[in-house]
């Protein structure tokens, strides 16, 4: 047995309940294991049990056992699991330290004393297959969130680990890189490597994997094969369905596809025109809240805005998609005044942007920033929450209660934020950017570490609201559900802006930004259930 987990208990410091309460686990060597559950449910404490963090780093109280290879983890330091488990964080910033890329992924193989051709061969073999060469030479802490993403996971498959655990690593990367990702884990499981993923966005690697172990309180609640656990209800778990699955559950079959050829012949087609089409209609304001004529901006000296010329109507939703590090960002820093124009104009409701204030801002953009650790700092969810409102004077309970509700928060008002999973900080900056009552609301990947339930009152909110929104996404699926409109951006310009099928449709923009068809827009192609104008 390479990984055995037996009846833990774990309870971090300073919390009073079990974030671990009686959980077993056992791996096989060559295993390709996901774990899925709700937001908070143990996932990711699972996955510090696999290196010796806890308890070695975190502290607090562990009772049971966990070996692996048949040493127990309280007996052996965190640097001494290095060469056997490799352990990718669902916040990369958090592991990243070095001042260039190069360094960064260096590191671990000069710690373990490897030879230098030898750090050479696998720096450059894994800067090739996480596509990370361009960025060797620059400072991680200046990437996108999905360009450090795929530098930690360049730096943990450089160790060649026995072990790889990878904490949501789709959630920050482009389509594109996602899709890649998938590869490289479906082959180095092939040639040996373990593999024990946590994840929200099943959709993306269930049907390479071997097992699906759902957690929940703590505890492992279901463990078999995908196909099988998948047949059973899983709601109460709040688990995202892979989308296939979803949709033949919609069109009342049986059976759960994981991939769009399975779909087809279980015959999903049937009714793709009513779980397939994409969201109609935009704002029906004619006031413009953002308007960018020739907008650049520089960073470190590099472009990363070119020329953006952008208008947005009050009540429209618009997404931005594009391939990491393509500006999307960037482009939303400037709308609550985080970034200046360096070229070109900016207006937001008004407000010329090279001169506003965010104070004069604050209660107008309500901003959610991809990393949620970025923006929290009171000392619980109640206060965090409504200190925006309070601080603009538009404090209103029924609008608290009803995202206290929505949100799934009124568990966690007295918690402190810092001691929330990455799923319920994203939850509560929600809540906290919506408490203003904001005119125009900014959101950086929003659905990174939320579970089905939360992703269901996110689109829930977004679509009753009416509010003016923009959002950057990786999530094409949720893109396609809440907005009719998407820009995508590539090299800091604007090389498409229309509707999502019309963008899909059109392969060498598919091919510059780094995006893939949504399930939903596949299907729907497959099967002859496009419109003409859908199909561009």
């Known amino acids: 047995m390479l990984i055995d987990i037996e009846h833990v208990r774990y309870r971090y410091p300073v919390s009073e309940g079990w974030g671990l309460d009686d959980a077993s686990l056992q791996v096989e060597a060559g295993e390709y294991v996901v774990l899925a559950g709700a937001s908070g449910s143990g996932k990711s404490t699972l996955l510090r049990l696999l290196n010796g963090l806890i308890p070695h780093f975190y502290g607090g109280e562990l009772q049971g056992r966990v070996r692996i290879d048949g040493t127990d983890t309280v007996d052996r330091p965190v640097h001494a699991w290095l060469p056997f488990t490799g352990l990718v964080f669902q916040n990369p910033k958090a592991q990243l330290f070095a001042s260039s890329v190069e360094r960064e992924v260096a590191y671990g193989l000069e710690s373990l004393g490897l030879a230098r051709d030898e750090i050479r061969a696998r720096l450059d ?125 919609a069109c009342g079959l049986s059976g759960s596809p994981l991939t769009l050829d399975e779909a087809v012949q279980m015959g999903v087609h049937a009714q793709a025109d009513q779980v397939a089409q994409p969201v109609n209609g935009e704002g029906s304001g004619s006031r413009p809240v953002i308007e960018a004529e020739g907008l650049g901006h520089d960073l470190a000296g590099r472009p990363v805005l070119r020329d953006i010329n952008l208008r947005v109507l009050s009540g429209d939703t618009v997404a931005l998609v594009g391939r990491n590090g393509s500006g999307k960002t960037t482009l939303l820093k400037h709308l609550n005044g985080l970034r200046r124009p360096a070229r070109g104009r900016l207006s937001v409701l008004g407000h010329d942007m090279r001169k506003a204030r965010m104070a004069d801002l604050a209660a107008q953009v309500g901003y959610v920033f991809q990393n949620p650790n970025d923006q929290l700092f009171k000392l619980t969810v109640r206060e965090e929450i409504e200190v925006g409102a309070r601080a603009t004077r538009r404090f209103d309970s029924r609008l608290l209660d009803a995202l206290y509700d929505n949100f799934d928060l009124r568990s966690l008002l007295d918690c402190s934020p810092f001691r929330l999973s990455e799923g319920q900080k994203k939850r509560v900056a929600f809540a906290s950017a919506l408490a203003v009552h904001p005119e125009l609301l900014v959101l950086d990947e929003p659905t990174v570490g939320q579970d089905a339930a939360s992703h269901d009152a996110l689109v829930r909110w977004l679509r009753e609201s009416h509010q003016t929104t923009i959002i950057a996404t990786h999530d094409l699926e949720f893109a396609q559900e809440v907005a009719p409109r998407w820009i995508a951006l590539a090299g800091g310009e604007t090389v498409a802006d229309g509707a999502p099928a019309c963008l899909m449709s059109d392969a060498r923009v598919m091919s510059i930004a780094g995006l893939r068809p949504t399930a939903r827009f596949q299907l729907a192609a497959q099967t002859g259930h496009l419109t003409g104008a859908e199909a561009g």
Do not use: C
């Open 125 to 249: 073999w894994a800067a090739e297959v996480a596509q990370i060469g361009p960025l060797l030479g620059r400072a991680p802490h200046l990437l996108s969130g999905g360009e450090q993403q795929r530098v930690v996971v360049a730096a943990m498959l450089a160790l060649r680990p026995r072990v790889l655990a990878l904490d949501e690593p789709f959630t920050n990367l482009d389509p594109e890189a996602a899709y890649q990702l998938r590869s490289i884990m479906r082959d180095i499981q092939r040639e040996g490597t373990t593999l024990i993923v946590a994840e929200h966005k099943l959709s993306e690697m269930l049907a390479d994997a071997t097992r699906l172990v759902v957690v929940a309180g703590g505890r492992i609640a279901l463990d078999g094969s995908p196909r099988d656990i998948l047949r059973q209800d899983l709601a109460p778990y709040r688990i995202n369905l892979p989308t296939f699955a979803r949709f033949a559950r």
